[in-house]
């Protein structure tokens, strides 16, 4: 067991490997990071140790390493934190040091100080720096003016060096993510539209159903993660002077008004799937109402492979005119199978059942959803998942 476990990993681990040298993508950035922090590293090694012999020499390669974090920005938040925390650290590992003049009872009186602040919020990872530097100068006795004055400047010549490589080497810019799942998004919700559509037309069990909704809120799952690695990919752009250093200018990020389209679309998609899974609330359809049903759904998954991304992905040409002409195409079969779907279980006379009622709504809108792909600027209502998202933001 064990060993097939070893084998899996080192598949993996070669998988990644040869996916680093051969395409871009998460390792290849992973790989490029990491050693960016060792040479980071190396150099202020060289510097700090072997051209200046300082005295507190590993403070400089250990900052240097820590530093070269996945953005510029992050790299200099993170130094600021970084070096408050060692000055914290510092200070007070070397006044219970004076006051004690005992590295066990200084560090019963400093740890404890050092490792709540280190838990501050404010502070994020950097915290862990506060205790660890006041560990460093109580382990060793180093608590002279002197030898304080020599880890503050190795600290900044680390914290220096590593600001220096991560962003003059290879800066990292992410809109790969961003792109993928802007790719990704459509052809998966015409993809889930679709099969709905062919369950429907031919008797699902609600298995399938339930399998069909899992597949839906993944959809929405997806357009959270889109607006994290959104925030991620801005971010890298923030003062990042390496940009001008480039032949060729990294892409910029793609407009997140897309994103709140989509964040409505895979919601009203949800609903609409939740409707046809749920036992209590699925209609009950003649065999008229669900061929209607199937060619409505099926017409709003054409409608999402007519998004600018889905479409550019799959190879067509890059027409705007004519992806726009599809698109309403598409949309108008959509909104004339409601309306078919809606006279259907109306019968003449008789009045909607409220669970039939209730899938007519929820179509209604996803067809409302799916009219801001060809004008997204129109999507000015925020969905009820971005508003939720919104007031735990702002919350937080």
């Given at each position: 067991?064990?060993?097939h476990a070893?084998?899996?990993?080192?598949?993996a681990?070669?998988?990644?490997?040869?996916?680093?040298?051969?395409?871009?993508?998460?390792?290849?950035?992973?790989?490029?990071?990491?050693?960016?922090?060792?040479?980071?590293?190396?150099?202020?090694?060289?510097?700090?140790?072997?051209?200046?012999?300082?005295?507190?020499?590993?403070?400089?390669?250990?900052?240097?390493?820590?530093?070269?974090?996945?953005?510029?920005?992050?790299?200099?938040?993170?130094?600021?934190?970084?070096?408050?925390?060692?000055?914290?650290?510092?200070?007070?590992a070397?006044?219970?040091?004076?006051?004690?003049?005992?590295?066990?009872?200084?560090?019963?009186?400093a740890?404890?100080?050092?490792?709540?602040?280190?838990?501050?919020?404010?502070?994020?990872?950097?915290?862990?720096?506060?205790?660890?530097?006041a560990?460093?100068?109580?382990?060793?006795?180093s608590?002279?003016?002197y030898?304080?004055?020599?880890?503050?400047?190795?600290?900044?010549?680390?914290?220096?060096?590593?600001?220096?490589?991560?962003?003059?080497?290879?800066?990292?810019?992410h809109?790969?993510?961003?792109?993928?799942?802007r790719?990704?998004?459509?052809?998966?919700?015409?993809?889930?539209?679709?099969?709905?559509?062919?369950?429907?037309?031919?008797?699902?069990?609600?298995?399938?159903?339930?399998?069909?909704?899992?597949?839906?809120?993944r959809l929405?799952?997806?357009?959270?993660?889109?607006r994290?690695?959104?925030r991620?990919?801005?971010?890298?752009?923030?003062?990042?002077?390496?940009?001008?250093?480039?032949?060729?200018?990294?892409?910029?990020?793609?407009?997140?008004?897309?994103?709140?389209?989509?964040?409505q679309?895979?919601?009203h998609?949800?609903?609409?799937?939740?409707?046809?899974?749920?036992?209590a609330?699925?209609?009950?359809?003649?065999s008229d109402?669900?061929?209607?049903?199937?060619?409505?759904?099926?017409?709003?998954?054409?409608?999402?492979?007519?998004?600018?991304?889905a479409?550019q992905?799959?190879?067509?040409?890059?027409?705007d005119?004519g992806?726009?002409?599809?698109?309403?195409?598409?949309?108008a079969?959509?909104?004339?199978?409601?309306r078919?779907?809606?006279?259907?279980?109306?019968?003449?006379?008789?009045?909607?059942?409220?669970?039939?009622?209730?899938?007519?709504?929820d179509?209604?809108?996803?067809l409302?959803?799916l009219?801001?792909?060809?004008?997204?600027?129109?999507?000015l209502?925020?969905?009820?998942?971005?508003?939720?998202?919104?007031?735990?933001?702002?919350?937080?």
């Amino acid at each position: 067991m064990y060993a097939h476990a070893l084998t899996r990993e080192a598949r993996a681990v070669w998988r990644s490997v040869r996916r680093a040298v051969t395409e871009p993508g998460a390792d290849r950035d992973t790989a490029v990071q990491s050693l960016k922090a060792a040479g980071a590293a190396l150099l202020a090694w060289a510097l700090a140790g072997w051209w200046w012999d300082a005295p507190m020499a590993l403070m400089a390669p250990w900052t240097a390493l820590f530093l070269v974090q996945s953005t510029v920005y992050r790299s200099l938040l993170s130094a600021l934190q970084q070096f408050a925390m060692v000055v914290v650290g510092t200070l007070l590992a070397a006044a219970a040091g004076v006051l004690t003049d005992n590295a066990m009872a200084a560090m019963a009186l400093a740890l404890p100080l050092t490792v709540l602040l280190g838990n501050y919020a404010r502070f994020g990872a950097q915290g862990l720096y506060a205790p660890t530097a006041a560990l460093f100068v109580l382990a060793y006795g180093s608590y002279s003016g002197y030898d304080i004055a020599h880890r503050f400047l190795e600290t900044l010549l680390g914290a220096v060096i590593g600001i220096g490589v991560n962003a003059l080497v290879f800066p990292p810019v992410h809109t790969r993510r961003v792109r993928h799942l802007r790719v990704r998004l459509p052809l998966q919700s015409a993809e889930l539209l679709h099969e709905v559509a062919d369950g429907v037309a031919e008797g699902y069990s609600e298995e399938q159903a339930r399998a069909w909704y899992d597949r839906a809120l993944r959809l929405t799952d997806g357009v959270t993660d889109l607006r994290e690695q959104r925030r991620r990919s801005d971010e890298s752009y923030r003062v990042n002077p390496g940009l001008r250093l480039r032949r060729r200018a990294a892409p910029a990020p793609p407009s997140a008004t897309w994103d709140l389209v989509w964040d409505q679309v895979t919601e009203h998609i949800a609903t609409t799937v939740r409707t046809l899974a749920e036992p209590a609330r699925r209609p009950v359809l003649s065999s008229d109402a669900r061929d209607t049903l199937a060619a409505l759904l099926r017409a709003s998954g054409d409608a999402c492979r007519f998004d600018e991304y889905a479409h550019q992905a799959e190879g067509r040409p890059c027409d705007d005119a004519g992806r726009t002409r599809d698109f309403r195409h598409s949309l108008a079969r959509a909104s004339a199978e409601h309306r078919r779907l809606t006279a259907v279980c109306a019968g003449e006379g008789r009045t909607v059942a409220p669970t039939t009622s209730g899938l007519l709504a929820d179509t209604r809108r996803l067809l409302s959803a799916l009219l801001r792909i060809a004008d997204p600027e129109a999507a000015l209502i925020p969905s009820p998942s971005a508003r939720r998202h919104e007031q735990a933001r702002v919350g937080g």
